[in-house]
């Protein structure tokens, strides 16, 4: 298994700011994936982050939006850039061990005002 | 397009009951079929999950039946318990030239009464 943490746990922005939330993993994992989750629904898939290579971005979500740095196989950080109200959602980090398990950390609950 | 299908949306079970939540998928590409269970303020935390070369697999009050003609699977929880309302989500993954790709159902949100 692996254990996630992000930062910050929730905030509230102005509209117009960007924020960038971090994500660390107790051990080193090759791939790791962002997703936002709308209060009560389903996980949306933002983009793809493998370390030593370009975040692979799923259609609806641009890298002037959303970048995303992958720095070391341990850490990743998305920025959601000029917010509006409609960014209000949870985003999630996620890591990829072995050769199926998924795991996710525990979300950053963002309120854009 | 939806790539997992889930149902049902909502699912209230007495105490003691079994709880079954469905999942259909069409791409035969899958290979790896997890559930999540997710509390409200938490991220989903991997619950179990099967391998499309068994029919069933179980872990305590967990159980997944898989149907591979079908193309079909299923949670079902056992002797549901008050602490087991939480959302669950299935999914499915597809191995791909840059990695893993995992799609998700729409989620099931339990609530087990007393």
């Known amino acids: 298994s692996a254990v996630i943490s992000q930062k910050p746990s929730r905030d509230i922005c102005q509209r117009g700011t960007s924020l960038t939330i971090q994500c660390q993993v107790d051990s080193q994992v090759t791939m790791m994936f962002w997703y936002?989750?709308?209060?009560?629904?389903?996980?949306?898939?933002?983009?793809?982050?493998?370390?030593?290579?370009?975040?692979?971005?799923?259609?609806?979500?641009?890298?002037?939006?959303?970048?995303?740095?992958?720095?070391?196989?341990?850490?990743?950080?998305?920025?959601?850039?000029?917010?509006?109200?409609?960014?209000?959602?949870?985003?999630?980090?996620?890591?990829?061990?072995?050769?199926?398990?998924?795991y996710f950390g525990p979300g950053t609950r963002l309120t854009v005002t | 397009q939806q790539q997992v299908k889930q149902s049902p949306q909502s699912l209230i079970v007495q105490k003691g009951g079994i709880s079954i939540i469905n999942c259909a998928y069409e791409n035969t590409a899958f290979d790896y079929f997890p559930w999540y269970q997710q509390f409200p303020g938490k991220g989903p935390a991997l619950l179990i999950a099967i391998r499309p070369d068994v029919s069933e697999k179980k872990e305590g009050r967990f159980t997944i039946s898989f149907n591979k003609s079908a193309k079909q699977f299923s949670l079902h929880i056992m002797d549901s318990q008050p602490g087991d309302s939480a959302t669950y989500f299935c999914a499915a993954r597809q191995r791909s030239n840059t990695g893993n790709q995992f799609y998700f159902g729409t989620g099931t949100s339990l609530t087990v009464i007393p």
Request: glycine content about 6%; aromatic content about 10%; some cysteine.
């Open chain 1, 36 to 102: 936002r989750q709308q209060p009560g629904q389903s996980l949306t898939l933002i983009a793809t982050a493998n370390q030593g290579s370009e975040a692979t971005y799923e259609s609806g979500f641009v890298i002037d939006k959303f970048p995303i740095s992958r720095p070391n196989l341990t850490f990743s950080t998305l920025t959601v850039s000029n917010m509006s109200p409609e960014d209000s959602s949870i985003y999630l980090c996620s890591v990829a061990t072995g050769f199926y398990e998924q």
